[in-house]
């Protein structure tokens, strides 16, 4: 029996993946809350800790987290432990871990997945930011609520949104708003700016894209940022030569993989611009930016 372990799937030649080659593909997944909180109590077990420590709670900040970098987490909040202990202690045994050792080793140590793409849980609060109450109260029901009250939601029958486009004036706290709903609803943040899809190789911002979607979908519950959208999802049309035609092919797969989220859970996509003219139309029908909050009649 032949056997072959691979990162990327799609790399692997059609050849070998025939009948009588290699004739099942087994997908290892990330590890559920359920999982990680097994793999921790198993890294942990020897592990001095603190009767504050609670485990599930670990477990449940640590969405992405594989069995690996489980490992590495209990190894480097022991080493948060080892050096209090020889700062009290000369010769000393090891220090209980506490939850700061924790909170440090997740400073320090990520999800894998997530290496490559800006990615964080912000820690911007809904009081950090002034006023915008009615704009704060359409995020936390869009945004907060579908992430954190899933089965509730779906017991009333309601769907949640799937997009949400941000538009006004520049300096109204677009960003800022979603890096406090970000943080309400404790999802992983993935932020990609315009200028960052751009790229003098054919393909490249196509395949950023892609993956930040595939990371996103992992890591989840997460929200896909994109600022600047007009730039990323500009009307077509318009040139059909340089930059006109990358940004047709960007578009092109913003709305593949829009379409391909309707199946998945805990993944939502919001986007600001200061030109909600400038967006394609085919963006803003249901199940892609289902919801539009502006900014300019606050500010006029």
């Known amino acids: 029996m032949f056997s072959l372990f691979v990162l990327r799937v799609d790399s692997i030649n059609p050849v070998l993946r025939r009948s ?11 590890p559920s809350e359920e999982d990680r909180l097994r793999i921790l109590k198993l890294y942990s077990k020897k592990l001095p800790l603190d009767p504050s420590v609670d485990l599930e709670d670990i477990a449940a900040s640590c969405k992405g987290y594989v069995g690996a970098d489980l490992e590495a987490l209990c190894r480097e909040a022991a080493m948060s432990a080892d050096r209090r202990s020889s700062n ?7 220090c209980d871990l506490t939850m700061d050792d924790w909170k440090h080793a997740r400073s320090v140590v990520g999800p894998s997945i997530t290496r490559g793409v800006t990615v964080e849980i ?5 009081e950090d930011i002034g006023g915008l109450n009615e704009l704060k109260k359409k995020l936390q029901q869009a945004v907060e609520w579908p992430i954190k ?13 799937r997009g949400i486009l941000l538009h006004g004036p520049p300096g109204c706290s677009k960003t800022t708003l979603v890096k406090a ?32 979607f595939q990371r996103a979908r992992l890591a989840a519950p997460s929200i896909i940022f994109f600022d600047e959208a007009d730039v990323i999802a500009a ?16 578009l092109s797969t913003l709305l593949t993989e829009m379409d391909g989220l309707e199946e998945a859970t805990g993944i939502l ?3 600001a611009t200061n030109r ?16 539009g909050v502006s900014f300019n009649d606050i500010f006029v």
């Open 235 to 250: 009307k077509r049309g318009g040139n059909s030569s340089g930059n006109g035609a990358v940004g047709e092919r960007l």
């Open 88 to 94: 009290i202690k000369k010769g000393g045994s090891l």
């Open 20 to 30: 009588g080659r290699l004739d099942a593909a087994v997908e290892v997944t990330i």
């Open 276 to 291: 909600p003219y400038a967006i394609d139309a085919a963006l803003m029908r249901p199940g892609r930016f289902d919801l």
């Open 269 to 271: 996509v919001l986007a």
């Open 149 to 161: 009250y899933p089965e509730q939601l779906a017991r009333l029958g309601i769907s949640p949104v």
């Open 122 to 126: 912000p820690k911007v609060s809904w």
């Open 181 to 212: 709903a970000a943080n309400a609803a404790q999802a992983s943040l993935f932020s990609l700016s315009g200028a960052e899809l751009y790229s003098m190789y054919v393909g490249e911002g196509e395949a950023l894209l892609r993956n930040t």
